[in-house]
């Protein structure tokens, strides 16, 4: 890997040690990383935490920020509909949904992929896998990553809250994501429950949180969700055994947790995958040695919790001594 490089566009915005902040920054990437191969990566620790410095790219905020709404806008939504379905005159888009679905939409954009464009195929592959579905269900087992409901009151799951949230989409919103402290101030919108502030226990809130308004706590940042929805084309499902196993994913006894690396070298899209999938980051203890080698200087794990019966959150994340 090549030297760290403090001189690019630090996206203060973004907290390393934050689940969602972390999956923005690499989502933001690999948006960026669409259009230039040569945009580069890496963490620097500031008084605020880690980071992510971007080089080979604009170092106006502005320019870059328009360049990712830009992208964004010309990105197709249709991805987010596979599974929709209409049934008694009434949209389902339920996620996730029948594994015959999933195996036909996989081999359809397989077909149409290409080495230049594979973000849907590489979308698809980060959703689940048509292997080995739950019977009862009779659905696919899916990524961890999901966190909502598999469908809510009015049938929508987390495809469709991913599309709710691109409509969004403008320059001072990921202004204020990437560049300024978060300041929460989106409400009436959807969120996928990757941030640990998301976690508001009903027991430990002054009013029905069914029946909150903007001052009653925190909303949500949508771009940052937004941007780390590119970012599950980084988190491939595979099976061991019979189980689908996100990317980055430990399982515990009762429990998974979300662990992933901090590196200052500066490094491209491709690497940053490889790093993802380092098997050295679930062993305990740390490999430290082998980890420093590749550039990776801390580790951080978010135990995914389940508050209700509902929906799973990540909780605060620790560094992993």
């Not at 300024?180 to 009903?202: A, F, K, M, N, T």
């Not at 988190?235 to 515990?252: C, L, N, S």
Request: net charge positive.
């Amino acid at each position: 890997m090549p030297a760290s490089d403090r001189d690019g566009l630090l996206l203060a915005g973004l907290d390393g040690s934050n689940p969602l902040g972390f999956l923005a920054a690499v989502g933001t990437l690999r948006i960026v990383s669409d259009a230039s191969a040569r945009i580069c990566m890496g963490w620097k620790r500031t008084p605020s935490g880690w980071r992510p410095v971007f080089t080979g790219c604009t170092g106006d905020p502005l320019e870059f920020c328009a360049a990712i709404r830009d992208s964004l806008q010309r990105l197709p939504a249709n991805i987010f509909d596979i599974g929709k379905e209409w049934k008694n005159g009434k949209e389902h888009n339920k996620f996730p949904f029948s594994p015959e679905t999933l195996a036909r939409e996989l081999r359809r954009w397989q077909r149409e992929s290409s080495c230049a464009d594979r973000r849907d195929v590489d979308f698809l592959a980060g959703l689940g896998t048509e292997l080995y579905p739950d019977k009862k269900k009779g659905e696919f087992q899916d990524t961890s990553f999901r966190m909502v409901r598999s469908g809510d009151s009015n049938r929508q799951g987390m495809l469709f809250y991913a599309k709710a949230l691109r409509e969004r989409i403008d320059v001072d919103r990921i202004k204020r994501t990437l560049f300024h402290v978060w300041d929460y101030r989106d409400q009436g919108g959807y969120s996928l429950r990757w941030d640990p502030i998301e976690d508001q226990r009903y027991a430990l809130r002054w009013r029905d949180p069914g029946k909150s308004g903007p001052a009653d706590g925190p909303g949500t940042m949508a771009v940052a969700n937004v941007l780390a929805v590119e970012a599950l084309r980084c988190f491939p499902i595979v099976t061991i055994g019979k189980r689908a196993h996100t990317t980055a994913f430990r399982r515990g006894q009762k429990q998974q947790e979300f662990v992933w690396p901090i590196w200052t070298s500066m490094v491209a899209i491709d690497t940053v995958r490889s790093m993802l999938a380092l098997r050295s980051l679930l062993e305990a203890p740390l490999p430290r040695s082998s980890l420093l080698a590749r550039g990776v200087v801390d580790v951080y794990r978010a135990e995914r919790v389940r508050p209700n019966q509902y929906y799973f959150n990540f909780a605060p994340a620790q560094p992993i001594a």
